[in-house]
């Protein structure tokens, strides 16, 4: 069966501070991995697709950056972190254009 | 950019009544809508995809579908405090399916 697994599951970072999430997936190949955000009491942000290693969409402007090195590996990075970046990160992933999507644990990120 | 629009809630219900969750979107020619369930502090999990006019039962969860209207319904029968979530509704968007735009989503309360 496919899993998928996210760290950190919680981090505090000062402002200004780099940033590195990870998420990987296991039991498929070839899924199209995601990148969301969730503000306190809000909706989900699409932040970055990917259908394929190295093929990266970002819906968002912003000082966050994503890669997929691997098939089942995306992570999710900033240089510098500013206070709007606070929020519960969620990995995804689908597999074909199903719309099916299957999120892994979050990791919630306070910057200070 | 299609929207997806719900009642933010929260919705309240006494336990062994019907809960009544209700979304709409823009585009009059999605495909494909679907149901997830996000408990607080945690991520969200899909519970129900629906693709076609009228209902689609699984369990207690009932979807319903009109596309004339462009409306999508959950019911949840016989409703338990273990029911109390945020609920989000969700649409592929004209991508071909890999982009999903998300509901903010609506707070059920199941009262004991």
């Known amino acids: 069966s496919q899993t998928i697994h996210q760290w950190p599951a919680t981090l505090v970072q000062p402002v200004g501070s780099p940033l590195s999430l990870e998420c990987t997936v296991e039991?498929?190949?070839?899924?199209?991995l995601y990148w969301y955000r969730q503000a306190a009491g809000r909706g989900l942000q699409l932040l970055f697709y990917?259908?394929?290693?190295?093929?990266i969409s970002s819906e968002v402007p912003q000082n966050l950056s994503a890669s997929r090195p691997q098939d089942r590996q995306f992570i999710l990075s900033s240089k510098k972190l500013l206070l709007s970046d606070s929020g519960f990160y969620l990995c995804?992933?689908?597999?074909?254009?199903?719309?099916?999507?299957?999120f892994g644990e979050g990791s919630r990120l306070t910057v200070l | 950019q299609k929207e997806v629009e719900q009642n933010s809630g929260p919705l309240s219900v006494p336990e062994g009544a019907i809960a009544s969750l209700n979304c709409t979107y823009s585009?009059?020619?999605?495909?494909?809508f679907f149901w997830y369930r996000q408990y607080s502090g945690k991520s969200p999990e899909l519970i129900m995809s629906?693709?076609?006019?009228g209902d689609k039962e699984d369990g207690r969860f009932t979807a319903q579908l009109n596309k004339a209207s462009q409306y999508v319904s959950l019911l949840i029968r016989d409703s338990q405090p273990s029911d109390s979530a945020t609920y989000l509704c969700?649409?592929?968007?004209?991508?071909?399916?890999?982009?999903?735009?998300f509901g903010a989503g609506t707070r059920l309360f199941v009262k004991a």
């Open positions: 990917s259908v394929g290693i190295g093929q």
């Open positions: 039991g498929t190949s070839n899924p199209n």
């Open positions: 995804a992933w689908s597999v074909g254009n199903t719309g099916e999507l299957f």
């Open positions: 969700a649409v592929p968007d004209d991508t071909g399916g890999f982009k999903t735009i």
């Open positions: 585009d009059r020619g999605s495909q494909s």
């Open positions: 629906i693709y076609s006019n």
